[in-house]
């Protein structure tokens, strides 16, 4: 990461001179601001009926649009939606129980000192809708 941030950095301070070093007409640059004054006189100075009712449904499906994420984002949704995760161990009737998990494992010990066990996992994802 840090030599990607380093390459980065390198490249933007070699384009910063490269520009510098060019004369004012002859760099590159986004005219925004011709085109910000063009859709707004666009937008506000229609030449005909058909361009209003066409201004006037984009403003309203913009406002619409971001009522609609704007719902979305504040209002939860119904219903519990979880996940859930077991760890499992069996026990002497076979049942599977949150119990009698091995409590130490030694790095380096040989497996002949090891109680062998089986451990289940349960996994379920709920999503409003019922599992079994």
Known sequence: MVE???FTLGATAIA???????SVDERFSVPYQAWI????????QPETRGDSALNI??????LLALGSVSYAVAVPPDGEQFSELYLLTEDDDGELV???YPSELVA?????????????SHIQFICGEPTN
């Open 57 to 62: 449904l984009l403003v309203v499906s913009v």
């Open 37 to 44: 004054e063009a859709g707004r006189s666009e937008l506000l």
């Open 4 to 6: 990607v941030a380093g």
């Open 98 to 100: 949150a119990d009698n």
């Open 16 to 22: 910063a001179r490269r520009r510098a070093a060019l």
């Open 108 to 120: 380096g010990e040989s497996t002949a000192q090891l109680w062998y066990r089986n451990l289940y």
